[in-house]
């Protein structure tokens, strides 16, 4: 029980923050070095597809007209227009798939029966793309938005299901052994016990899935919807806006990327294993 | 560190006052009375026909070798698993499963990693909707085990020592009226070991708790214990029951009288052990 001394402790930090600046220094350049490499491609692909007499059409993907379309889409206000449904269709979707992923999830990873059961009808219905259920989705559901809305659930429900159960299986027996044993009821075991310790693994499931459903949209869009990204991705089309095309592209992907992101702070933030130092 | 919470009047007979206030005696009587136990899988009794009595604030050491069952036989103490025969009978009522009023200590700490030292000792009394005690119990039991400065710390940061000792504070916030160890400090280092071995003990009588401890270790019995059942194995039965006779300040060691204890103890397990017929090893 011996306190390290505190001049220890600040030297130790001191050292620790030099160190974690340059580190992150250089994880800054790097990053935006792999951005300038991304965009000089992009530049690259833009020109040899102008000097190609069979392609020159398609020349406004270049980076030069995509960026002003990008402004104007920016300044109009057009990009929250085609940006809001495609998100409330992503959130409703990944609503209902936690809802039912976390939940059986859970009983998966606690009932070995359940888990025999469950795992070939599960790992064969994972298998199939949720876009082949599109056509029996269109039939379904009286508006389009509850078929993509359906399509991305489904989607994104094995990705939180699969990891919610590995998470659970996880558990270190002695944890529940020892509620037991100070006299948890149930709904402590799942509330105290269980639930904070697989938050991490839901949250990677969640992120995962997100990567899915927010592919999974694209295509879905381009059913009978008139808003969202997709849609705006094959109205650019039949116009043959390639400039404007490329805009929502750019769109789609920064979208995805600050979802992403805020996923990975999210699991940060929730994750309680110590990085051994 | 045991002259300084002897002293210290943060914690003034808690135990004795929550026993008071429920109209209970401090420490709990125990009566284990004809107990067999016999696994499903495995042929035979592992515990046999077992006949004990632990009066309140009583320390009982179970010392035995690995495999006699004492293990098992805690778990029933505890009401974690049931007898096959027989029961556990604690002031007069027959266990029938877990309760607050008698917690269990495991070998391994099993403390929760995401919750601080304070939140792993508040556990019982939040299982126990007993949450508004927290703020004034949590620091009593925590300054009882030494841990006070530590109280937000995250458990991960402790040695292996304090998580045992934030397991000890989890395991009395509660006030229970026993405590049952099953060899909680086999994994720590031999002086870490020897101040926890006199800090639970002095623990227990401080509060007047009634303890029953695990152990293959015959010094830790001699330490710890007023009274020790020896268990034979296969099945496990009550091969000797002697009394440790022997004062706080012997039990430190290294006086005649200790060494005396020890070596009486110590044959009285060795002969057991040896008249077991699967005995292989000398340990």
Same mark, same amino acid.
């Given at each position: 029980m011996t306190a390290i001394p505190d001049t220890a402790r600040r030297n130790a930090g001191a050292g620790g923050f030099r160190l974690s600046q340059l580190a992150r220094a250089r994880g800054l350049a790097h990053a935006g070095l792999g951005i300038a490499l991304l965009m000089g491609l992009w530049w690259l692909g833009g020109r040899a597809v102008a000097n190609n007499p069979n392609m020159f059409a398609f020349a406004d993907f270049a980076p030069g007209p995509t960026l002003s379309a990008l402004w104007g889409i920016v300044q109009s206000g057009a990009v929250i227009d085609m940006s809001v449904p495609s998100l409330y269709r992503v959130g409703y979707g990944m609503l209902i798939a936690a809802a039912l992923g976390i939940p059986v999830g859970i009983a998966i990873g606690r009932l070995p029966w359940l888990r025999e059961l469950t795992n070939v009808p599960f790992q064969f219905l994972r298998m199939i793309s949720p876009l082949s259920w599109m056509p029996i989705a269109v039939m379904a559901y009286d508006t389009w938005d509850g078929a993509i809305v359906f399509l991305i659930s489904v989607a994104a429900v094995w990705p939180i299901l699969f990891s919610t159960a590995a998470g659970v299986r996880r558990i270190d027996p002695a944890w529940l052994k020892v509620a037991r044993n100070l006299g948890a009821n149930p709904l402590h075991m799942l509330f105290v016990v269980i639930l904070p310790a697989i938050a991490v693994d839901i949250l990677t499931g969640v992120r995962l899935a997100l990567g899915v459903a927010w592919v999974v949209l694209v295509p879905a869009e381009y059913l009978g919807v008139t808003s969202g990204l997709g849609y705006a991705i094959n109205d650019a089309r039949d116009t043959l806006d390639y400039a404007q095309l490329g805009a929502v592209v750019v769109v789609i992907g920064i979208i995805g990327f600050a979802l992403d992101s805020g996923l990975a702070a999210l699991i940060k933030r929730f994750n309680w294993v110590r990085a051994s130092a | 560190m045991f002259a300084r919470f002897a002293n210290?009047?943060?914690? /003034?007979q808690p135990a004795a006052q929550d026993g008071a206030a429920r109209g209970r005696a401090t420490g709990a009587h125990l009566a284990v009375m004809g107990l067999s136990h016999a696994y499903k899988k495995i042929d035979g009794l592992v515990l046999d026909s077992l006949d004990f009595e632990v009066q309140p604030g009583e320390v009982l050491a179970l010392l035995g070798r690995s495999g006699c069952g004492k293990s098992t036989l805690l778990h029933m103490l505890s009401g974690l698993s049931l007898p096959s025969a027989g029961e556990v009978v604690i002031n007069g009522n027959t266990v029938r499963g877990p309760s607050q009023a008698w917690v269990m200590m495991f070998q391994?700490?099993? $403390?929760? /990693?995401?919750?601080s030292v304070a939140q792993n000792a508040a556990l019982g009394l939040r299982f126990a909707r007993r949450s508004s005690e927290i703020a004034t119990r949590v620091p009593e039991v925590l300054e009882l085990v030494d841990l006070s400065p530590y109280a @937000?710390?995250?458990?991960? @940061? $402790?040695?292996g020592g304090q998580q045992q000792r934030v397991a000890l504070a989890r395991s009395l916030a509660t006030a229970p009226e026993m405590l049952l160890l099953d060899e909680p400090f086999s994994a720590l280092d031999a002086f870490t070991r020897r101040s926890l071995q006199r800090d639970v003990r002095a623990i227990a009588r401080r509060l007047g708790l009634t303890m029953v401890l695990v152990t293959h270790d015959v010094s830790e019995a001699v330490r710890m214990a007023d009274r020790v059942l020896v268990l034979d194995a296969n099945p496990g039965r009550i091969a000797e029951d002697t009394a440790i006779a022997l004062t706080e300040e012997q039990r430190e060691g290294g006086c005649e009288r200790f060494n005396a204890e020890h070596i009486r103890l110590m044959e009285i397990y060795t002969e057991v052990a040896h008249g077991d017929p699967s005995d292989q090893t000398d340990d």
């Open positions: - | 210290t009047t943060a914690f /003034p391994a700490p099993s $403390l929760y /990693p995401w919750m @937000d710390r995250n458990v991960q @940061d $402790l040695s």
